[in-house]
């Protein structure tokens, strides 16, 4: 329950403010990779007398997916995914009184998902990528194991079930080519609500309610069909001489009023004494 609050909080945080991004419109992708099932499934009895609360662990499986997506070219995509899991079983722990579990399992438990997914990207300016996510919708687990003795006898469970489900997404994509990016993932799947199948021990009805946790590494590539996407618009000031300049940019410096000299000529009258060239005293 930690993990899921932990998850939920940390999807509560991909509302920041958004950025440029390289492209804007639809995308496509798909991947695969190892699906790893969180041991220590928790599988309990319904209904069922006496009854049976015990522990579930899975070898570790594979996982694909699809999605269908939109880059609005903000740094925020928004996606539909669909996405297939499956884990071999391996046993059904004992609860130590008396209830020795099922040692040994044949069959597996499969997931088929649709969700929608929103995603955050984080423009580095480069060709690494860095992305966070949450999804949810719905998925039908299918669960078809068989078990030779667990102290109740011989376990039989094929059936299905429909969940909300749910996940969080972490990975970065890495730039290959103009408008292909191959993507690397990790992602924290589960059901809402454990899924419940019916079947049989001994012939006799049982109904088993069964967690799903799931950790998937997966290693994808996704094609952007949109064009990148236009620059920001620059945005100008008006400065004080009549021109324009971008916002961040200084206008030209203000001229300060100067006091000009007088240059025009001043007429004045110089006295000499006759055939003299010395100024009188009143020169």
Sequence with gaps: MKL??????????????????????????????????????????????????????FNNGIGVYTALGYDWGNNFRGEFEFAYRQNDARHYAGDGLGFSGWSSLEGDLQSLSFLFNVIRDFDTGGALTPYVGFGIGGASFQN????????????????????????????????????????????????????????????????????????????????????????????????????????????????TEQQSANLDPVNVIVYFDYDKSNLTPEA
Excluded at 4 to 33: D, E, N, R, S, W
Excluded at 241 to 250: L, Q, R, Y
Aim: hydrophobic residues 45%; negative net charge.
């Design 144 to 255: 078809q194991v068989t078990g030779a003795d667990g102290g109740f006898g011989q376990l039989i469970i094929d059936d299905s079930s429909k969940r909300v489900a749910y996940q969080a997404i972490a990975g970065f994509a890495v730039q290959l080519a103009e408008g292909l990016a191959l993507d690397l993932s990790y992602r924290y799947f589960a059901a809402l609500r454990a899924p419940e199948f019916d079947g049989t021990i001994d012939g006799s009805p049982v109904s088993i309610r069964h967690d799903y946790d799931a950790h998937s590494l997966f290693a994808g590539l996704r094609w952007n069909f949109g064009a990148a996407a236009a620059p920001a618009a620059t945005q100008y000031k008006d400065c004080w001489d009549g021109s324009s300049v971008p916002v961040a940019a200084e206008c030209p410096p203000q001229l």
């Design 4 to 57: 899921k609050t932990a998850l939920f909080a940390a999807a509560a945080t991909l509302a920041v403010a958004p950025a440029a991004h390289a492209y804007q419109g639809f995308y496509g992708a798909i991947g695969a990779g190892l699906n790893y099932m969180q041991p220590d499934q928790d599988v309990e009895s319904i209904g069922y007398a006496p009854a049976f609360d015990t522990e579930a662990d």
